[in-house]
T-cell receptor, first 112, second 115 residues
Framework: KQEVTQIPAALSVPEGENLVLNCSFTDSAIYNLQWFRQDPGKGLTSLLLIQSSQREQTSGRLNASLDKSSGRSTLYIAASQPGDSATYLCAVKRTGGFKTIFGAGTRLFVKA | NAGVMQNPRHLVRRRGQEARLRCSPMKGHSHVYWYRQLPEEGLKFMVYLQKENIIDESGMPKERFSAEFPKEGPSILRIQQVVRGDSAAYFC?????????????FGNGTRLTVT
């Protein structure tokens, strides 16, 4: 059974700081791993998708890495801004399955 | 290109009533997934459907809950005889057919409140 864990559960940082969010998963047989952002009361916005054959993906100030063998992914946010404040969710799609399994998320607060 | 559309955005039902949640996937997408998010929790998978077929409903409660995705029209998640514990945000996601590595695209959700 695939389980996805995100650490820390919450994080508060001053503006401008670089930060790392962590995601771990128990079953390395995955199609892909996706990072989402969720603002309060809103839906999910896809940030980055890493396929199982890839090691990382970058979009603007965001960089996500994937290490399948150790069951880990990190989301790196450079030069954080107050507008980055949101909950960040990690999700993995298992090989041969139909579900995408989500972690509980990391709530990020960037102080101006 | 419109994204995933869910309606209503907010739904209030009294205990014992029925709730119907609708989801129109992105254009060209034939796979639909329903998730439930309880307050302060992550998203829990409920059901995966393709047009006219339920593929995986392992996350959906056996009683009171049903889902469909007809050949024409939106996908419907139906909750009969709602109870207070059904209060949650229900999200729909869609993806294209046959592309295993495609990202999931989510709607803005329906927030169900049972009074």
């Amino acid at each position: 059974k695939q389980e996805v864990t995100q650490i820390p559960a919450a994080l508060s940082v001053p503006e401008g700081e670089n930060l790392v969010l962590n995601c771990s998963f128990t079953d390395s047989a995955i199609y892909n791993l996706q990072w989402f952002r969720q603002d309060p009361g809103k839906g999910l916005t896809s940030l980055l998708l890493i396929q199982s054959s890839q090691r990382e993906q970058t979009s603007g100030r965001l960089n996500a890495s994937l290490d399948k063998s150790s069951g880990r992914s990190t989301l790196y946010i450079a030069a954080s801004q107050p507008g980055d404040s949101a909950t960040y969710l990690c999700a993995v799609k298992r090989t041969g399955g139909f579900k995408t399994i989500f972690g509980a998320g990391t709530r990020l607060f960037v102080k101006a | 290109n419109a994204g995933v559309m869910q309606n209503p955005r907010h739904l209030v039902r009294r205990r014992g009533q029925e709730a119907r949640l609708r989801c129109s996937p992105m254009k060209g997408h034939s796979h639909v997934y329903w998730y439930r998010q309880l307050p302060e929790e992550g998203l829990k998978f409920m059901v995966y459907l393709q047009k006219e077929n339920i593929i995986d409903e392992s996350g959906m409660p056996k009683e009171r809950f049903s889902a469909e995705f007809p050949k024409e029209g939106p996908s419907i998640l139906r909750i009969q005889q709602v109870v207070r514990g059904d209060s949650a945000a229900y999200f729909c996601a869609s993806s294209p057919e046959g592309i295993e590595n495609s990202p999931l695209h989510f709607g803005n959700g329906t927030r169900l409140t049972v009074t």
